[in-house]
């Protein structure tokens, strides 16, 4: 089960853990088990406006860079108008939980010796 964590948390955990230089409180939260963040170009501070714009981050994968020795990758990404970012779009939200939960159980299956020998299958 997820930890959960307050928006500062996850705020502290993107700008210590990441190779973001500028990270701001306003583009983080937190929602079940997910980080997201809404990046932004490091030159010009406009939010960006690329494909998948909201790093996600799985908060049970992730470890400090003190412990690892490399910044934090997201796992996947998302688009901001399915993200905690737009107020009162909920089961949106939870369609992108699901899609990013979906993505990350079928990584740790494929992971596993039963995974692994399904693969060599196809």
Known sequence: MAKKLTH??????????????????????????????RTRDEE???????????????IDSLHSMEIVGYALEPWSGCEVKDSPFISKNQEVVR??????????????????PEGKKAKNLI
């Open 44 to 58: 010009t501070m406009e939010y960006h406006t690329c494909r998948h714009p909201i790093d996600c981050y799985y």
């Open 95 to 112: 369609k992108t939980l699901h899609r990013l939960n979906k993505s990350y159980q079928q990584h740790l299956f494929d992971k596993t």
């Open 8 to 37: 500062k948390q996850a705020y502290e955990i993107i700008r210590d853990n990441t190779n973001w230089k500028w990270v701001f409180k306003q583009d983080v939260k937190f929602k079940d088990g997910w980080i997201f963040h």
